[in-house]
């Protein structure tokens, strides 16, 4: 299971952490990632970090985001920061099959999603 947290309201240009809590014994050796979805859109990856540590992002986030995780707890996080309006979406973590390029990668189970967290960024 997966549920992750952290979500709220946010001025645009500020920061928020979002963390994702993972239950099972694969956590340590999956790829992981963050997605999100906003109102009418597909869900989207937008960072992803290896089992090794190993991260990658999506354009839109690169140089304002950042993937870590914390083996021990079975946690992944998102720190973001420089919020933009169009930031705004319901955030996911997910098992991902990262590859080169970025854009490559994809979910791992695209059928297993557990709770997200709204982020909203305004004004």
């Known amino acids: 299971q997966l549920q992750a947290s952290g979500g709220g309201l946010v001025q645009p240009g500020g920061s928020l952490r979002v963390s994702c809590a993972a239950s099972?014994?694969?956590?340590?050796?999956?790829?992981m990632g963050w997605y999100r979805q906003a109102p009418g859109t597909q869900r989207e990856l937008v960072a992803g970090?290896?089992?090794?540590?190993?991260?990658d992002y999506a354009e839109s986030v690169k140089g304002r985001f950042t993937i870590s995780r914390d083996n021990a707890k079975k946690t992944v996080y998102l720190q973001m920061n420089s919020l933009k309006t169009e930031d705004t979406a319901v955030y996911y973590c997910?098992?991902?099959?990262?590859?080169?390029?970025?854009?490559?990668?994809?979910?791992?189970?695209?059928?297993?999603w557990g709770q997200g967290t709204l982020v909203t960024v305004s004004s």
């Open positions: 099972g014994t694969r956590f340590s050796r999956d790829d």
């Open positions: 970090i290896t089992s090794g540590g190993t991260t």
């Open positions: 997910n098992v991902a099959i990262l590859r080169r390029p970025f854009s490559a990668s994809y979910v791992r189970w695209p059928h297993h």
